[in-house]
T-cell receptor, first 113, second 111 residues
């Protein structure tokens, strides 16, 4: 079935640095990728929607200059958290639309120290 | 606009007893509905999905869910709980604009 590979699964970074999270569709072409964020004890919240070859659409309240999304090919979408701060520590997960619905990456646990 | 409501933030059952996790949805069109499970420090795992082919959907690990349009519900059930079922469960609605998540239900299994 359709698989999205997300890396890294865990990352710890220092405050002020940038972190890139990758999501690759392994056996299908992901024209649309959704990026979610999950705060502790809360549900996943949509951050942005990326479409291959065009600018991402960000949800209200999400800083586009802080969370850079690139979807340069049909198999790769990246989320870069720039100048990370401790409040950015969270669980980030991507999801791609497939012919049969949606598939998720395995998630990235980001800890900013 | 689509919304998904999980009616219980926590559910506690004894091992071997039935599990019922409730989910109601609202949508202006026929939705795609999913149940996902998230174990601690793990990614989301799809339990089952409804895409209008059949109202009773069987998933992995003995879970199933029934889509009831008249009640706008998609409750998740399992006849007999196992200790390994302890986790967070998300009811999710899928539409053209992406996914809408319920707030999650924490399932506790008592020995």
């Amino acid at each position: 079935g359709a698989v999205v590979s997300q890396h890294p699964s865990r990352v710890i970074c220092k405050s002020g640095t940038s972190v890139k999270i990758e999501c690759r569709s392994l056996d299908f072409q992901a024209t649309t990728m959704f990026w979610y964020r999950q705060f502790p004890k809360q549900s996943l919240m949509l951050m942005a929607t990326s479409n291959e070859g065009s600018k991402a659409t960000y949800e209200q309240g999400v800083e586009k200059d802080k969370f850079l999304i690139n979807h340069a090919s049909l198999t790769l979408s990246t989320l870069t958290v720039t100048s990370a701060h401790p409040e950015d520590s969270s669980f980030y997960i991507c999801s791609a639309r497939t012919p049969n619905g949606y598939t998720f990456g395995s998630g990235t646990r980001l800890t900013v120290v | 606009a689509q919304s998904v409501t999980q009616l219980d933030s926590h559910v506690s059952v004894s091992e071997g007893t039935p599990v019922l996790l409730r989910c109601n949805y609202s949508s202006s069109y026929s939705p795609s509905l999913f149940w996902y499970v998230q174990h601690p420090n793990k990614g989301l795992q799809l339990l089952l999905k409804y895409t209008s082919a059949a109202t009773l959907v069987k998933g992995i690990n003995g879970f199933e869910a029934e889509f009831k349009k008249s009640e706008t519900s998609f409750h998740l059930t399992k006849p007999s709980a196992h200790m390994s079922d302890a986790a967070e469960y998300f009811c999710v609605g899928g539409g053209a604009d992406g996914l809408t998540f319920g707030k999650g239900t924490h399932l506790i299994i008592q020995p």
